[in-house]
């Protein structure tokens, strides 16, 4: 059983930033209607608003899997770096020829402090703390 939460901590967390992106990207569209829109390269405007929110959800993602792991909550938060970090290179590898470079670059480096900092403070919340918090009875 302990086994499974360690995996299921780390899918479950890269799995919610995943569906944050997936949600956002309607927003987006609709807020920057021409400017962010499917097959096109957003203004670097927009692409700083989209590294927000990826700071955001990856905060958000850390705090998630320091939450539901079992034990050992650093182990699962490098997990989940690892794996997103994987994925990103995948992604970037897919359009490093159209989108700015730099993009790619600041987006993987900005996973660690977010992902890392929100997992410190999520070590710090007991589980009745953050269930209280968010009003779940």
Known sequence: MKVLRSVASVLVSYAAVYLFFVLIDPVFYRMFPGQY???????????????ATFAVASVLGGWLCVWIAPS??????????????????????????????WYFLVWM?????????????G??????QAIASIGVS
């Open 109 to 121: 480096l900005a996973v660690w402090p977010g992902c890392l900092g929100m997992g410190a403070l």
């Open 123 to 128: 070590r710090k919340t007991s589980k009745k």
């Open 37 to 51: 829109s499917p097959g096109s390269v957003p203004p670097t405007s927009l692409l700083w608003i989209c590294m």
């Open 72 to 101: 050992r909550p650093g182990i699962h938060l490098l997990a989940l770096i690892i794996l997103g970090e994987f994925a990103w290179t995948v992604s970037a590898a897919g359009l490093w020829a159209a989108w700015p470079h």
